[in-house]
């Protein structure tokens, strides 16, 4: 059973950083690329960040790029997502998930299958 938990989301004020971080279990996590996405309640899923099997590709939406950075640790099946500067309009429920999507000239196509139950981010002074 393919098993995805987030943790380190919490209430921080803006400029602020946090470090979310997924677990992943039920599947050999180094064969996929993954992603991480948020939704604010009301309004669809927003793609945040995408990152390939061995990192060495990393892909960001342009209301985060420079501010937030994605990576994994394939030995410890984790995914990671270190948010720092961050804004009121960052505040989300935050999901890692399993992505079969692509890449080309136009960025990273994403398409999940799998998401896990959530983190909450709350930026606020």
């Known amino acids: 059973e393919v098993q995805l938990v987030e943790s380190g989301g919490g209430m921080v004020q803006p400029g602020g950083s946090l470090r979310l971080s997924c677990a992943a279990s039920?599947?050999?996590?180094?064969?996929?690329?993954m992603s991480w996405v948020r939704q604010i309640p009301g309004k669809g899923p927003e793609w945040v960040s995408a990152?390939?099997?061995?990192?060495?590709?990393?892909y960001y939406s342009d209301s985060v790029n420079g501010r937030f950075t994605i990576s994994r640790d394939n030995a410890k099946n984790t995914l990671y997502l270190q948010m720092n500067n961050l804004k009121v309009e960052d505040t989300a429920l935050y999901y890692c998930?399993?992505?079969?999507?692509?890449?080309?000239?136009?960025?990273?196509?994403?398409?999940?299958?799998?998401w896990g139950q959530g983190t909450q981010v709350t930026v606020s002074s």
């Open positions: 998930a399993r992505d079969q999507g692509y890449s080309d000239y136009e960025g990273w196509h994403p398409l999940y299958d799998y």
């Open positions: 990152i390939n099997v061995d990192g060495a590709s990393l």
């Open positions: 039920g599947f050999t996590f180094a064969l996929y690329d």
